[in-house]
């Protein structure tokens, strides 16, 4: 009989990535569901919105399904959003960037898929600002709310004309929920 081992982080880092994406907690490999089409639609609208805020200035740069990795923690996620104030995005010497995202972003977001369950993703939500993240955010398609996760404080189920206000991270910026929820609508 062949015996097993978990994998360490490294050697999971050097497995081919997969669609959908495969994320590593403390040994045990697990794949992300494939994003449905709300999913999909307020990723890009986030990614887009904290892309131009600012404009023509650049404050924020925005990353999609892109994988952070704590090195420390022997975990490497893949939210669903991520966005790192301009001055901290990770360059390599020759000022392109990193292929490995070891720095945790300003604000991570996650958007559940329908079958994830919603207590998962609170508390990934409350480990990203555990380990780092300024701001997390939970966009809930189904519910059209958001929650609001800082070190110490939480903020949800924001629904309606509430704004999300991410100020302190990157100034200026915030959202009426709504506002980001009508995206999913038939334009009139």
């Not at 200035?57 to 022997?74: C, D, L, Y």
């Amino acid at each position: 009989m062949a015996l097993t081992r978990p994998l360490t982080l490294d050697e999971f880092l050097l497995r081919p990535e997969e669609q959908p994406a495969l994320e590593f907690e403390r040994g045990a490999v697990r794949q992300k569901m494939s994003p449905q089409p709300r999913h999909g639609r307020l990723a890009l609208l986030l990614g887009l919105r904290f892309e131009a805020h600012g404009y023509p200035k650049q404050i924020a740069s925005a990353f999609v399904e892109t994988r952070v990795t704590w090195p420390a923690e022997g975990l490497s996620y893949v939210p669903d959003v991520i966005a790192y104030r301009v001055e901290r995005v990770p360059y390599g010497a020759d000022g392109e960037l990193v292929d490995h995202l070891t720095v945790p972003p300003d604000v991570a977001v996650e958007i559940p898929s329908p079958g994830q369950g919603l207590d998962r993703q609170l508390e990934r939500c409350r480990w990203y600002v555990a380990h780092g993240v300024a701001v997390s955010l939970l966009v809930h398609p189904g519910r059209h709310a958001v929650w609001v996760f800082r070190p110490g404080t939480e903020t949800g189920l924001l629904t309606g004309d509430a704004v999300v206000d991410l100020g302190d991270v990157f100034e200026g910026f915030s959202f009426v929920v709504s506002e980001l929820f009508a995206a999913l609508r038939r334009p009139q």
